[in-house]
């Protein structure tokens, strides 16, 4: 990223910030599904890694269906950021109004009891939005950021992030992440990691919407090494029933026990695998909201670009 691009980049995200936070609440949702069309229409190549994505999930859809459910994945996006640029107003009131919690209560039991919860998160929906609502209505969430470009901007959403009452390891350039996760769930902590991509390198294969997928093996092995409870947690969207917008739905699968049998190696890759199946399940039925704009199959992992099934409509990248 050249020294321009970088500041351009940190411009934009201050002014997301400071201008969307003072917009009308429709206005600033119109504004930003409008962004997503143009974007979706000038088919750039974080548009085409999604919609290669989409594909791979969701095969049985014409190349009109597919091109209708990638507007539909964009305009998700740009939802999450407007939602984002907006959550440091919201009160606790309006937090728990615009978030739907499914199947929180065995997570709830496990924290009371002071042993400490994983959560295998996927790049679905608004999880800021679910960490947030966690930390004030289960316990302050622990998480790992990838640590972004250009250091202005990563340093402004660790504080925004803190600010909303989570603890944020970055993944490079602090101390050991998995020590200090591990010493965070032997306190009793409640644990939300990002896992759906293999960004070290040391992840596993599994099986994901019929395909092979490389997955972080972070959540298993936390559960694995510590005994804290691992559950699969997915985000999406659903329309708020008052009919203003949208809200978020946080949905907690039951824990994945640990294997009794195998290696350390095994244990992890067999919760891995059953974190991953449950994703699957809610890929397919809310695949709009998983904003996956980069690889994760293995089939995609040596290629250079990855062409789908498309209509004839122009989208583009979002930078």
């Given at each position: ?19 969307v ?35 791979t ?13 990638v ?31 499914v ?19 996927g ?38 992030r ?11 350039g ?11 769930c ?39 090494n510590?005994?804290?409870?691992l ?36 244990k ?16 397919r ?35």
């Open positions: 990223m050249s020294k321009l691009s970088e500041r351009a980049t940190l411009a934009a995200y201050r002014a997301g910030w400071s201008l936070r003072r917009m009308p609440n429709r206005l600033a949702y119109a504004s930003f599904d409008l962004i997503a069309d143009v974007t979706w229409r000038r088919r750039g190549k974080n548009v085409e890694r999604m919609r290669s994505n989409y594909a999930v969701r095969p049985e859809l014409s190349p009109a269906e597919l091109d209708a459910l507007r539909a994945g964009m305009r998700s996006y740009l939802r999450y950021w407007c939602d984002s640029f907006r959550l440091p107003d919201r009160s606790i009131e309006e937090l728990i109004d615009g978030v739907r919690g199947g929180d209560d065995a997570v709830r039991a496990q924290l009371q009891s002071g042993r400490s919860a994983v959560i295998f998160l790049h679905m929906g608004n999880w800021d939005f679910g960490g947030a609502w966690s930390t004030t209505q289960l316990a302050p969430v622990t998480t790992v950021a990838e640590r972004l470009k250009p250091e202005e901007l990563f340093d402004e959403f660790l504080a925004f803190e600010g909303l009452g989570m603890r944020i390891i970055p993944l490079t602090g101390s050991d992440v998995f020590r200090e996760l591990t010493k965070a032997r306190s009793g902590a409640l644990v939300a990691l990002l896992a759906d991509r293999d960004l070290t390198k040391g992840g596993v294969e599994v099986d994901f919407c019929g395909q092979r997928a490389r997955m972080a093996i972070g959540p298993a092995a936390l559960a694995v510590t005994g804290a409870a559950f699969p947690c997915m985000v999406h969207y659903e329309p708020h029933p008052r009919g203003h917008g949208w809200r978020t739905v946080v949905t907690f699968h039951d824990a994945v026990a640990v294997p009794a049998e195998g290696t350390p190696r095994d992890v890759q067999a919760m891995t695998q059953a974190c991953a199946d449950a994703l699957s399940q809610a890929v039925e809310h695949t709009h909201d998983w904003h996956m704009m980069q690889r994760v199959f293995t089939k995609d992992l040596d290629g250079d670009r990855v062409s789908a099934p498309r209509a004839d409509s122009r989208s583009a990248d979002l930078t």
